[in-house]
């Protein structure tokens, strides 16, 4: 028969290994409550297209470094008779204000794409607030209307970035059609892509840095028109009222 005998070292080894199995249950316990609550939690989804029984849909371009094409952009909207929103990010109003100016004074919307350009979902509450409050001070600035629109960059949000935005009275925009001009498809590659997407109530994505842009546009703006749809800014497609968006992004007014 053995015998077992329990020294002052043994005890507090055992007393040890107690200690630290109650704290890593505790920590599993704690990040099992956080991953229920945070699946809980509502998901907040920002306006990716509006629901409407109207034919209109809406163009837009991000602009957030260079501006090479934006004159010629802007000449070819004029052309066609056709008003866009771009989404510009502070930076590139603090190196283009000219430009900035321009588009407000052809009739173009201005949207808010943050002041640096960062990944908004990695900034504190206080930190989101700043880069959308920074970057609507130097639009308002220069055009005298601060933007009612905002754009996060990457796309990249999550629920604190949707509520930021809707606490300083803005709607938080995406889109439902990528042109996917950024990856320098040619013209009739990207005008294929917009035309086989758009629906009613859709956002088009655009930059006016890609360099096929310019040379797709037209035939884009004449294919959207050719399948009855009329082109309108984003805040006119959007209806005034209390609204929701539901699992795919659509923009509904709450009955």
């Known amino acids: 028969m053995k015998c077992f005998i329990l020294t002052k070292r043994t005890i507090a080894s055992v007393g040890f290994c107690f200690i630290i199995g109650a704290l890593a249950a505790a920590v599993?316990?704690?990040s099992t409550v956080k991953a229920v609550q945070t699946a809980a939690e509502p998901k907040e989804v920002p306006i990716y297209r509006v629901q409407s029984d109207s034919k209109q849909v809406a163009?837009?371009?991000?602009?957030?470094?260079?501006?090479?094409?934006?004159?010629?952009l802007l000449d070819i909207l004029d052309d066609k008779g056709v008003k866009a929103t771009f989404f510009l990010v502070g930076d590139w109003v603090d190196n283009y204000p000219d430009d900035v100016k321009e588009i407000a004074d052809r009739g173009h919307d201005i949207g808010n794409h943050s002041d640096t350009h960062p990944h908004m979902p990695q900034l504190s509450i206080d930190g989101e607030t700043a880069e959308i409050q920074k970057c609507n001070d130097k639009i308002e600035a220069i055009t005298g209307h601060a933007p009612t629109l905002f754009r996060a960059p990457y796309g990249d949000y999550n629920n604190d970035v949707v509520r930021t935005v809707k606490s300083l009275g803005m709607y938080c925009v995406q889109w439902d059609v990528d042109s996917l001009d950024w990856k320098d498809p040619t013209p009739e590659q990207m005008c294929k892509t917009v035309l086989d997407k758009v629906c009613d109530g859709s956002i088009v994505l655009m930059h006016n840095?890609?360099?096929?842009?310019p040379a797709a546009l037209p035939s884009i703006i004449e294919g959207i028109q050719a399948k009855g749809y009329e082109i309108v800014?984003?805040?006119d497609l959007i209806p005034e009222g209390e609204y929701y968006t539901d699992v795919q992004g659509e923009m509904h007014l709450a009955e």
């Open 209 to 213: 840095g890609a360099k096929n842009t």
């Open 59 to 72: 163009i837009s371009f991000d602009a957030a470094w260079g501006d090479e094409e934006t004159n010629q």
């Open 233 to 235: 800014l984003i805040k």
């Open 28 to 30: 599993a316990i704690s």
